[in-house]
């Protein structure tokens, strides 16, 4: 096992949020490493949005970002709304300067003289790759991006999925280990980066078993008959609403 190691990891989702894999394996390397969960960067439409509706506390959107520690070795770290994602320059130089002079400063914030471990989980994010002076490089497909409809909507390019496959391609390239969720990915990462790794989704035994333990049933499920069909786990597009309604 890996330790005192720093690892900056860009996650897609906010640490709050559904819990899925990437949440299982940082929370355990942060036993015995430092974790900076970096939460997705705004986009300059978003980020203007927020400040209109003053969603976010003025001092947040305003100050300079710093880590929070919110358990064991892991500190969560959000961008600044006034250093958003733009696809127009010089701005979009100038905030990519800024987040990563953001970045940096956060790494020291939490620690560790080395040279931190830097680990991707999206195609669009390889703009990030030597802003941290990182002294590796890990990629971690979940899925087949290329085929996502609604998750690169800052890319309105008319062959969307070539390009998101074509940012894919360039990470795989410099990555150093490539980290897959099925065979038919690992298939298809390998042509492109040799050390890529099969590592399937798993469970948290714990959990299933502790709610074994108690298997009353939910109140919430009482008035409903048999036979039932259930759903657990993100809703999204890859999920046929549709498809459940009529089963």
């Not at 802003?131 to 979940?142: K, T």
């Not at 290329?146 to 390009?163: T, V």
Request: aromatic share 8%; with cysteine.
């Amino acid at each position: 096992m890996l330790s005192d190691q720093t690892f900056v990891c860009l996650t897609p989702e906010r640490w709050n949020g559904l819990w899925r894999n990437r949440h299982q394996l940082l929370t355990r390397f942060a036993r015995h490493n430092r974790v900076l969960w970096v939460e997705p960067r705004p986009y300059l439409s978003e980020a203007l949005h927020s400040m209109r509706a003053r969603r976010l506390e003025v001092d947040h959107t305003l100050a300079w970002p710093r880590p929070q520690h919110v358990q064991d070795g892991l500190f969560v770290y959000r961008d600044p709304l006034w250093l958003p994602l733009s696809g127009r320059p010089p701005l979009r130089q100038i905030t990519a300067w800024g987040r990563g002079l953001a970045l940096r400063a956060a790494v020291r914030q939490i620690g560790g003289g080395q040279a931190p471990i830097l680990w991707l989980f999206r195609p669009d994010q390889g703009d990030v790759i030597g802003q941290c002076g990182e002294q590796m490089v890990i990629y971690h497909a979940v899925d087949e991006y290329a085929a996502y409809e609604m998750e690169f909507q800052a890319d309105q390019a008319a062959n969307r999925p070539g390009r998101v496959q074509a940012l894919e391609q360039t990470i795989l390239r410099r990555a150093d280990l490539v980290l897959v969720t099925s065979a038919p990915l690992l298939a298809a990462k390998q042509a492109w980066q040799p050390n890529t790794h099969l590592v399937p989704n798993g469970v948290d035994f714990a959990e299933f078993a502790a709610a074994l333990a108690h298997p009353q049933e939910p109140a919430a499920l009482a008035a409903v008959p048999h036979p039932r069909l259930g759903f657990v786990g993100a809703i999204n597009e890859k999920v046929d609403l549709r498809l459940l309604a009529g089963l």
